[in-house]
């Protein structure tokens, strides 16, 4: 029988011949085996062209430019083919487009170039005779096969071992082989029948079997999906039993690790972890949302792109939330328009009402979404019907933040006109309206959807479905304009503490899923970490190179990710975090 590795590259190979890229590449991302072995550099190079990182690998293979002589143009022009093809199969930016033509110019031979040109007058890349099974996936998997035909005349740097094994084929015509060999003996005979009733014995599960019991025996009678989203036996993230207490937040914020950092041509403005911890997702001003595992985060501090949605939006993404189940996830964007993806069934719908660029959208539960933006309205979405049900009306200027309590029983807004306004559905009126002295750009609740999840997931491991109690019960803390972090009692409408670590504007502030830290960031380029309890700053994180806009806790583990102008997302954990975390699942 064929070892593990090797069945599953027959499977790769397989998939290859019958031109299932797409399949192909989701299965090497799945198992971290690929098609054939390659060294560690081209493995990299690899890496960049399937997740189509085109600029990240041409700036990988800048230095082989010497070496390769005149080919290091037939690379540069692979690259820059596959980056054209996938801009025309989009509705591309007219200037980018013709930027990278004249790019292309450069390079191609005039027949070339005129061939290239030629695709613009198609409707669509397949209908050209020689693209008609072209995919984005199979494009690159094309052009990384051409550059790396070229590169491995550069020696064992660029070696690649071609899989020589069985292939299934091969294997299925030994199997025919042998059953037709078989077939016809006694004891074939036998066995057929011993099996068959075996199968019909054991197809059936016991008349008296009853699911309940089970249910009864676990003591989760009363866990809700949203709950049961939480506590997943596949997730990587699950914690044993006897360690989920004391690995929770139990660590001391004063020595930060960035342990993975994702790159983009343009600044990140949003991000959001899913309930489960397992994903988290960005969107780019490039128009992208894209989906991340942080398994490979936790297993090889790499960040790892499951998915992306080239052109999600027709302008830049600034807003992003993901819903408890994790099945969908709402965008909003300077386009006016909020989209809900659908993560399981890879579709989306277009929200169309907002008369201006949306900045914030959050999901107040599974079934209902609120946006809001430069309109100064707050629109609430049927997620079923797709249809806005209610207008909360009373900000004058534009919002910058929505934040809903963990149990949803009453959100929060803020923005331009210098107000927190506390809303309560039922009655479509703000309960409360807080006037500041500086615009406030967030808003974060200590009662959070995150810091609700982490409490029941805390309840259901201690066997317990108590109310969930935190630290910081009852308070807001919010993001102002002039730097100024403030936290608030929300019932008694106060301030109750006036934190200044920040030189410039602070853009975002979160309460971690404890009640206990608050993260803030600013266009001062710093990540500042405060601790509520012992009422001081334990650190500043300076790795950022230009203005940090976002910032998120990980729902269950003490890790951040941070969002910027530099145009890269980083996540950051306390200092051997990650050694310990793995040592103890």
């Excluded at 001391?252 to 041509?265: C, G, H, N, W």
Aim: glycine letters at 4%; proline letters at 2%; a negative charge.
């Amino acid at each position: 029988m064929p070892q593990t590795q090797q069945l599953l590259q027959m499977i790769l190979i397989f998939l290859r011949d019958q031109k299932l890229f797409k399949s192909l590449l989701h299965l090497e991302l799945e198992t971290q085996i690929s098609i054939d072995t390659y060294t560690r550099e081209l493995q990299f190079l690899r890496q960049q062209i399937l997740e189509g990182n085109f600029i990240g690998a041409e700036q990988y293979l800048q230095p082989l430019k010497t070496r390769l002589n005149d080919q290091f143009s037939y690379v540069l022009l692979e690259l820059k083919k596959q980056q054209y093809f996938e801009l025309i199969n989009t509705k591309p930016d007219v200037e980018i487009l013709i930027a990278l033509l004249r790019q292309i110019e450069q390079l191609a031979p005039p027949e070339i170039y005129k061939n290239l040109c030629y695709f613009l007058t198609l409707s669509c890349i397949r209908d050209h005779s020689e693209f008609s099974d072209w995919s984005v996936e199979k494009g690159r998997f094309d052009c990384f096969e051409g550059i790396a035909s070229i590169l491995k005349n550069l020696g064992k740097t660029f070696r690649i071992e071609k899989y020589n094994g069985n292939t299934l084929q091969q294997l299925y015509e030994k199997v025919e082989e042998e059953e037709d060999n078989n077939k016809n003996s006694k004891f074939y005979q036998k066995k057929k029948s011993e099996l068959q009733m075996q199968q019909s014995s054991s197809s059936q599960l016991p008349t008296d079997f009853d699911k309940n019991i089970i249910i009864e025996k676990l003591h989760i009678s009363d866990i809700n999906e949203n709950d049961q989203s939480l506590i997943q036996k596949e997730s990587i993230l699950n914690a044993t039993h006897s360690s989920i207490q004391s690995q929770l937040f139990n660590y001391k914020f004063v020595e930060m690790d960035q342990v993975a950092t994702l790159s983009d041509i343009h600044p990140i403005r949003a991000a959001a972890f899913s309930s489960d911890g397992e994903m988290f997702a960005i969107g780019t001003n490039s128009k992208s949302l894209r989906i991340f595992s942080m398994k490979s985060v936790l297993q090889e501090s790499q960040v790892v792109m499951q998915l992306e949605k080239q052109n999600h939006h027709q302008g830049s993404i600034y807003c992003i939330d993901w819903s408890r189940s994790g099945r969908l996830i709402g965008t909003g964007s300077n386009d006016k328009i909020v989209k809900l993806y659908n993560v399981e069934e890879d579709t989306d719908v277009s929200l169309i009402g907002h008369r201006g660029l949306v900045r914030s959208v959050c999901f107040s539960d599974e079934n209902r979404l609120m946006s809001a933006g430069q309109d100064a309205v707050i629109k609430i979405w049927d997620v079923e019907t797709q249809k806005c049900i209610r207008n909360l009306e009373g900000h004058t200027q534009t919002i910058y933040c929505l934040q809903t309590a963990g149990d949803g029983s009453y959100q929060v807004s803020c923005g331009m006109d210098r107000t927190l306004r506390i809303w309560d559905q039922r009655t479509n009126k703000a309960q409360g309206v807080m006037t500041m002295q500086t615009e406030i750009n967030y808003v974060s609740l200590s009662e959070s959807t995150t810091n609700y999840n982490l409490q029941n997931l805390q309840n259901l491991v201690k066997g317990s479905r108590k109310a969930p109690q935190f630290s910081s019960q009852g308070l807001a803390v919010l993001a102002h304009a002039d730097g100024v972090v403030s936290v608030w009692n929300i019932q008694q409408q106060k301030c109750i503490k006036t934190l200044k670590h920040h030189t410039m504007d602070c853009r975002c502030v979160e309460f971690d899923p404890t009640g206990r830290y608050i993260c803030s960031v600013s266009f001062d380029s710093t990540i500042a970490l405060y601790d509520w309890e012992q009422q001081k700053l334990i650190t500043q994180i300076t790795d950022h190179e230009d203005r940090v806009v976002l910032c998120k806790w990980h729902p269950f583990y003490p890790f951040i990710l941070s969002t910027s102008a530099d145009c890269t997302g980083r996540i950051f954990a306390p200092h051997g975090f990650l050694v310990q975390l793995m040592k103890s699942l």
